[in-house]
């Protein structure tokens, strides 16, 4: 069962654009949410955060905004440049879970010049 | 430099030939755990780790050991290897200490079971 979705499995943007990833959750205990970054051949990284008591936060040219009536959130890059190409998962927890994460499916960004 | 190591990156081997694949981590983190990722399914917990001696079935557990004897590592065991194990392997790891609990993975490795 597919707590956290992201139902875009790819998205292609041109440079200086905006790109918007977008992620769904169905669990409304989940109170901290998650962007991780992928390249091929290498592991997720961490990008940025949110937690349920704001609704954005931004650092640099990536922001997240986090809509809890509607259970969506979504990570915005601006401007999108070509090593932003990645592909970007989405995650949430509980407090009461701990460490454990719920990860979604992935979505791949190309950034084309 | 803070980083989770594993070995090996790649792996070719055949039905029913134990392997292990190692993790280690630098940042004294308490919890670890094991992924894997597979095409259209994204990232599957296998195993975790909340501390030494510690460990606890994730979403996918089977065919799957693990062991965590010292605090820097958590090997992953295939005892008999099966086709549908072929897949890319994360290990992550986690501190309390860090807001959100951040998860920090390793490079990955890609396993083929023939």
């Known amino acids: 069962d597919q707590q956290v979705k992201q139902n875009s499995p790819s998205l292609s943007v041109q440079e200086g654009r905006i790109s918007i990833l977008n992620c769904d959750y169905t669990?409304?205990?989940?109170?901290?949410f998650l962007w991780y970054k992928k390249y091929p051949a290498e592991g997720p990284t961490f990008l940025i955060s949110?937690?349920?008591?704001?609704d954005k936060n931004e650092d640099g040219r990536f922001t997240v905004f986090l809509n809890k009536s509607a259970k969506h959130l979504s990570l915005h890059i601006v401007p999108s440049q070509p090593g932003d190409s990645a592909v970007y998962f989405c995650?949430?927890?509980?407090?009461?879970?701990?460490?454990?994460?719920?990860f979604g499916k992935g979505t791949s960004l190309l950034v084309t010049p | 430099e803070a980083q989770v190591t594993q070995n090996p990156r790649y792996l070719i081997t055949v039905t029913g030939k134990k392997l292990t694949v190692t993790c280690s981590q630098n940042?004294?983190?308490?919890?670890m755990s094991w992924y894997r990722q597979d095409p259209g399914l994204g990232l599957r917990q296998i195993y975790y780790s909340m501390n030494v001696e510690v460990t606890d079935k994730g979403d996918v557990p089977e065919g799957y050991k693990v062991s965590r004897k010292e605090k820097r590592n958590f090997p992953l065991i295939l005892e008999s290897p099966s086709p549908n194990q072929t897949s890319l392997y994360f290990c992550a790891s986690s501190s309390w200490a860090s807001e959100g609990y951040e998860q920090y993975f390793g490079p990955g490795t890609r396993l083929t079971v023939t």
């Open positions: 995650a949430a927890r509980t407090s009461n879970s701990g460490y454990a994460l719920n």
């Open positions: 940042m004294n983190h308490e919890y």
């Open positions: 949110i937690s349920s008591i704001k």
């Open positions: 669990n409304s205990m989940f109170d901290y």
